[in-house]
């Protein structure tokens, strides 16, 4: 699933979640439930995931295992 995916991204830049919740304007306890999957996550805030750890919305989603978009 895509939350996986999320917090191995996060853990690979060895950040805690409070860190890359403060990144995006919001509450640690708000992040935790996307790396959950308890909650989705907005278009907007997959846009912000995707530019911090320069990756396509894809790789984040779990649709592809190529990290960067095909240009």
């Known amino acids: 699933m895509y939350f996986q995916r999320l917090k191995d991204l996060r853990e690979d ?11 995006l304007g919001m ?7 996307y790396e959950t999957g ?12 995707a530019d911090f750890y320069d990756v396509s919305i894809d790789y984040l989603l779990n649709r592809t295992d190529e990290p960067k978009m095909n240009k």
């Open 13 to 23: 830049k060895d950040m805690n979640q409070t860190q890359v919740a403060k990144i």
């Open 38 to 49: 308890e909650n989705d996550i907005p278009t907007a805030i997959l846009i912000k995931l």
């Open 27 to 33: 509450s640690q306890t708000g992040y935790s439930k």
